[in-house]
């Protein structure tokens, strides 16, 4: 690669916190993926000056600790420290990071380690290191949960050599590779003993990434040095600042005010005025994620949820399914589109959106409707509604607090009188998670349809890794037999059809209320280049100064 010189003053950025192609993902079969100049792997710039890049989050990242929470704003974060097996490109498209891979039966991948990856204490990574952080997510006491989904599917790790290890299913199991790029790889010897406070000072937080972690404020401010026995090369920043930036109009006056020279998830308010400044550069896609409703349709008395004479409901609505398409036909999902998210959304229909695998282009969002509701209320033996409360960040999706109360609109109009609570990210996920709403609001972004079902709507079952983030209690046998075939098929074409009949089957039956797909937005300084990912993240490492 040719030697590039780049003289810059500090730089900053700001960010908030999955679109991947219909095609099936590759993956590798029995001749594996060899290292190839023409697979993405890192940006390879060698710069004669020091830069510093400065880096503001939108939502807060609450551990350094990447087995702990499957939560974006963390992962954004940790990304910059630990390395994956497998990594994906700004399509979500699988290629290989520290190893590469092949299948040696139908139950049995072997992965083979780049020789000579340094750990950030010096050491070298070895296939015993991938063992225990492939078992680790499942011996975490106190995890909210996410990444044991990940690892569960493995039943048996080999060691074979210091740079070879075997991973065995006990089924065929077709999506392991989008699993595994999600599971960041940490040191044995660091962290074994460590605590989540040992990652968040960084005594624990050794990665084989392109930036050791140097001090961590929550709430302020994470601050990287330059790995520079990075197996990737030379980047261009020796230094890196992520800043906690949670006010979209602070964002956006910090990019204007020359203190930032990126931002994220541009508001959609501020999109035509940044793209009139002569001094600036936006770049957008289709995000793969979907902004839904989770309705508790296990309890019988979801909290919040009364008549109109503010007496306890003998039953839960939410378990009848004219109810939920009731609720459905009540929300105009092109006017939020176009007037709340300001034409920056899709409406959804869909678990997943439109590019990622498994979209079923057959299932439409259902049409506005709001007589038709009425009339399935009234059906379902709910002719004056009845009161419910929805519960929402207001922090962490575009316009998130402005999402929820336009729905509570609409569903007031049909009968449903619907009381919003908007609460940030950190206190949100936490009472969520808890079921304390009839109603929850949730982003989801995933490289495939059956990955995200299994999460979002499959059957709760821990010991299989399904239902992690299934706040409605959902549940379905037909569909849940739906994703276990389709996570079991390797071949791709058949896996996507699997995947396709389970997602139109949770659209059917209203599993969700899907409303909108996100567009992504960042805007830069001009002298800055990046590739809008449709995974939503944001890595310094792949800014480049041009």
Same mark, same amino acid.
């Given at each position: 690669?040719?030697?590039?010189?780049?003289?810059?003053?500090?730089?900053?950025?700001?960010?908030?916190?999955?679109?991947?192609?219909?095609?099936?993902?590759?993956?590798?079969?029995?001749?594996?993926?060899?290292?190839?100049?023409?697979?993405?792997?890192?940006?390879?710039?060698?710069?004669?000056?020091?830069?510093?890049?400065? #880096?503001?989050?939108?939502?807060?990242?609450?551990?350094?600790?990447?087995?702990?929470?499957?939560?974006? =704003? $963390?992962?954004?974060?940790?990304? *910059?420290?630990?390395?994956?097996?497998?990594?994906?490109?700004?399509?979500?498209?699988?290629?290989?990071? #520290?190893?590469?891979?092949?299948?040696?039966? =139908?139950?049995?991948?072997?992965?083979?380690?780049?020789?000579?990856?340094?750990?950030?204490?010096?050491?070298?990574?070895?296939?015993?290191?991938?063992?225990?952080?492939?078992?680790?997510?499942?011996?975490?006491?106190?995890? =909210?949960?996410?990444?044991?989904?990940?690892?569960r599917p493995i039943v048996a790790r080999e060691v074979v050599d210091r740079y070879t290890?075997?991973?065995?299913?006990?089924?065929?199991?077709?999506?392991?590779?989008?699993?595994?790029?999600?599971?960041?790889?940490?040191?044995k010897r660091a962290t074994a003993q460590a605590t989540g406070e040992d990652f968040d000072?960084?005594?624990?937080?050794?990665?084989?990434?392109?930036?050791?972690?140097?001090?961590?404020?929550?709430?302020?401010?994470?601050?990287?040095?330059? *790995?520079?026995?990075?197996?990737?090369?030379?980047?261009?920043?020796?230094?890196?600042?992520?800043?906690?930036?949670?006010?979209?109009?602070?964002?956006?006056?910090?990019?204007?005010?020359?203190?930032?020279?990126?931002?994220?998830?541009?508001?959609?308010?501020?999109?035509?005025?940044?793209?009139?400044?002569?001094?600036?550069?936006?770049?957008?896609?289709?995000?793969?994620?979907?902004?839904?409703?989770?309705?508790?349709?296990?309890?019988?008395?979801?909290?919040?949820?009364?008549?109109?004479?503010?007496?306890?409901?003998?039953?839960?609505?939410?378990?009848?399914?004219?109810?939920?398409?009731?609720?459905?036909?009540?929300?105009?999902?092109?006017?939020?589109?176009?007037?709340?998210?300001?034409?920056?959304?899709?409406?959804?229909?869909?678990?997943?959106?439109?590019?990622?695998?498994?979209?079923?282009?057959?299932? !439409?969002?259902?049409?506005?409707?709001?007589?038709?509701?009425? !009339?399935?209320?009234?059906?379902?033996?709910?002719?004056?509604?009845?009161?419910?409360?929805?519960?929402?960040? $207001?922090?962490?999706?575009?316009?998130?607090?402005?999402?929820?109360?336009?729905?509570?609109?609409?569903?007031?109009?049909?009968?449903?009188?619907?009381?919003?609570?908007?609460?940030?990210?950190?206190?949100?996920?936490?009472?969520?998670?808890?079921?304390?709403?009839?109603?929850?609001?949730?982003?989801?972004?995933?490289?495939?349809?059956?990955?995200?079902?299994?999460?979002?709507?499959?059957?709760?079952?821990?010991?299989?890794?399904?239902?992690?983030? $299934?706040?409605?209690?959902?549940?379905?046998?037909?569909?849940?037999?739906?994703?276990?075939?389709?996570?079991?098929?390797?071949?791709?074409?058949?896996?996507?059809? #699997?995947?396709?009949?389970?997602?139109?089957?949770?659209?059917?039956?209203?599993?969700?209320?899907?409303?909108?797909?996100?567009?992504?937005?960042?805007?830069?300084?001009? $002298?800055?280049?990046?590739?809008?990912?449709?995974?939503?993240?944001?890595?310094? *490492? *792949?800014?480049?100064?041009?």
């Open positions: 690669m040719a030697r590039a010189e780049y003289t810059t003053p500090t730089l900053t950025l700001a960010l908030r916190g999955r679109e991947s192609p219909s095609s099936p993902f590759p993956l590798g079969g029995r001749s594996g993926w060899g290292w190839s100049a023409a697979v993405p792997v890192a940006l390879l710039v060698v710069v004669t000056h020091a830069a510093e890049l400065k #880096i503001g989050l939108s939502a807060d990242v609450t551990t350094m600790d990447p087995h702990f929470i499957a939560a974006q =704003p $963390n992962l954004t974060a940790q990304h *910059h420290v630990f390395d994956t097996l497998v990594r994906t490109d700004e399509r979500s498209r699988p290629f290989p990071g #520290i190893a590469t891979w092949r299948t040696i039966g =139908p139950v049995t991948w072997e992965f083979t380690l780049r020789q000579g990856v340094k750990f950030h204490d010096g050491s070298e990574l070895t296939a015993e290191d991938v063992a225990y952080s492939l078992e680790r997510p499942l011996k975490l006491k106190g995890s =909210p949960g996410g990444f044991q989904t990940y690892v290890i075997r991973l065995k299913t006990a089924t065929p199991y077709g999506a392991l590779l989008q699993d595994l790029a999600e599971v960041m790889i940490v040191s000072r960084g005594k624990a937080a050794v990665g084989t990434g392109p930036y050791k972690l140097a001090r961590f404020a929550r709430g302020d401010r994470i601050e990287f040095v330059r *790995h520079e026995e990075y197996w990737g090369g030379r980047l261009p920043w020796d230094k890196v600042t992520l800043l906690i930036l949670p006010s979209d109009p602070v964002r956006t006056a910090a990019l204007l005010s020359g203190q930032v020279d990126a931002v994220e998830h541009v508001p959609t308010a501020d999109i035509a005025r940044l793209r009139k400044t002569p001094t600036l550069r936006l770049e957008q896609t289709v995000s793969w994620r979907t902004i839904f409703l989770h309705l508790d349709q296990q309890r019988d008395r979801p909290p919040g949820m009364l008549s109109k004479a503010g007496k306890p409901l003998e039953k839960n609505p939410f378990k009848d399914i004219r109810v939920r398409q009731a609720m459905s036909k009540a929300i105009n999902r092109q006017a939020i589109a176009e007037r709340v998210m300001e034409q920056l959304a899709l409406p959804a229909a869909n678990v997943v959106s439109p590019s990622v695998f498994g979209h079923d282009p057959a299932v !439409k969002p259902d049409a506005y409707d709001p007589g038709g509701a009425k !009339k399935l209320l009234a059906e379902a033996g709910y002719p004056d509604g009845f009161t419910v409360t929805l519960g929402t960040p $207001n922090n962490r999706y575009i316009n998130d607090e402005q999402v929820a109360q336009t729905v509570a609109q609409m569903l007031a109009r049909v009968g449903i009188v619907t009381r919003v609570e908007a609460m940030p990210l950190s206190v949100y996920f936490g009472k969520a998670r808890n079921q304390e709403f009839g109603v929850s609001l949730l982003g989801w972004g995933s490289r495939a349809a059956d990955l995200a079902l299994r999460s979002l709507v499959a059957t709760v079952n821990p010991d299989k890794g399904y239902g992690a983030w $299934n706040w409605g209690g959902y549940s379905n046998p037909r569909l849940d037999q739906l994703i276990a075939a389709s996570l079991g098929t390797v071949d791709p074409a058949k896996r996507e059809a #699997i995947a396709r009949s389970a997602s139109a089957l949770a659209a059917q039956e209203v599993a969700i209320i899907p409303l909108h797909y996100q567009v992504v937005t960042w805007a830069m300084r001009n $002298n800055l280049s990046y590739t809008a990912r449709t995974d939503e993240f944001t890595f310094a *490492h *792949h800014f480049k100064p041009q």
